[in-house]
């Protein structure tokens, strides 16, 4: 079989090294270098340029090296008819929760304020309220989201979780669809996304719903950029209706030299780490994934690429 490699270029070398420590009898080439386009069987991605993929005639499967495929699909010419596998790896869910936990007990135990005081040589003491009485509320509900609110409902917060679709999931208040939004939203005091970039979640969080928070919430943005209106949200964080933001993801990656996130004392920035896929053991369950699929058994993880995930 033969696998081309189109991932950030620092990585791709490392990639086949570990593919091929797994699956000798791999056929690996990195983009650009494809060869004849018509002997490429399957790609493994990131992010491909537009109509790349539209170029390889005998294509029978892509694999997607992230948990979110949005940028895959953002190529118009996608070809549809070839399934898309998106990242499953219970590595990335622990990444993830890990990263949303600290991020909401920063909050939680007031870090962020104590850093501020911090730089004023301030000694002022607060007291805060219990985990029982800040409620957590998590948009999206797939392996990612679903582990996080999981790990949230153990650290003791009252947690909602909401999807287009209903779930259930021990220990945390689900809702769904449309009708299930303003419910989820209503007086939540810090709010995670982590729902996938599709055309009905871009722009989701936008002035409406930073207003059914309650006042002095916190947001968090752990899924794509676009999710997000910037200006909306940089509007809730001055009006106060928003107390601070950790953004680990933005619409222009990097982030631009010169944006006010970089300097808002009430925004944390990271530069999207909050979980990244490992090679050490993302490779193993892509060549386990393929070795079934030649073997007579079904793609494992193929997107829905009417729904986007
Ligand atoms: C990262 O953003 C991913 O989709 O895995």
């Known amino acids: 079989m033969r696998l081309l490699i189109n991932t950030p270029t620092e990585d791709a070398e490392a990639w086949r090294a570990q593919f091929l420590?797994?699956?000798p009898e791999l056929d690996i080439r990195i983009w650009p270098d494809a060869g004849?386009?018509?002997e490429i069987d399957v790609v493994f991605a990131w992010r491909t340029r537009a109509g790349d993929l539209a170029r390889y005639p005998r294509l029978r499967a892509?694999?997607?090296?992230?948990?979110?495929?949005d940028g895959l699909l953002a190529d118009p010419q996608f070809p549809r008819h070839v399934p898309l596998v998106r990242m499953v790896d219970p590595n990335l869910a622990v990444l993830m929760a890990e990263y949303v936990a600290a991020a909401v007990l920063r909050y939680h135990c007031e870090l962020d304020r104590y850093q501020?005081?911090?730089?004023g040589q301030r000694w002022e003491k607060h007291v805060r309220p219990f985990a029982c009485e800040r409620t957590v509320g998590v948009l999206g509900l797939g392996e990612l989201g679903t582990n996080a609110a999981r790990t949230?409902?153990?650290?003791?917060?009252p947690v909602r979780g909401w999807a287009r679709s209903a779930h259930a999931i021990d220990g945390v208040h689900t809702f769904a669809g449309e009708a299930g939004l303003p419910a989820f939203l209503d007086a939540l005091q810090v709010l995670v996304c982590l729902l996938p970039l599709t055309p009905h979640t871009r722009g989701l969080l936008d002035a409406r719903l930073f207003a059914r928070l309650a006042p002095g919430a916190f947001v968090i943005n752990v899924a794509r950029g676009a999710h997000v209106v910037e200006r909306?949200?940089?509007?809730?964080?001055?009006?106060?209706?928003?107390a601070g933001a950790t953004l680990d993801v933005f619409d222009t990656e990097p982030l631009p030299a010169g944006h006010p996130y970089w300097t808002h004392p009430r925004v944390l920035v990271t530069p999207h780490i909050s979980s990244v896929t490992s090679l050490r053991t993302a490779a193993a369950l892509v060549v386990d994934?393929?070795?079934?699929?030649?073997a007579g058994g079904r793609l494992r993880n193929v997107v829905d690429p009417e729904r986007g995930y």
């Open 232 to 242: 909306d949200l940089l509007a809730a964080l001055d009006s106060g209706q928003l």
């Open 62 to 69: 892509v694999f997607s090296l992230g948990a979110g495929v």
């Open 21 to 23: 420590a797994l699956a």
């Open 152 to 157: 949230l409902a153990a650290l003791g917060f």
């Open 36 to 38: 004849p386009v018509e």
């Open 116 to 119: 501020a005081l911090q730089a």
């Open 289 to 294: 994934n393929l070795r079934q699929w030649q």
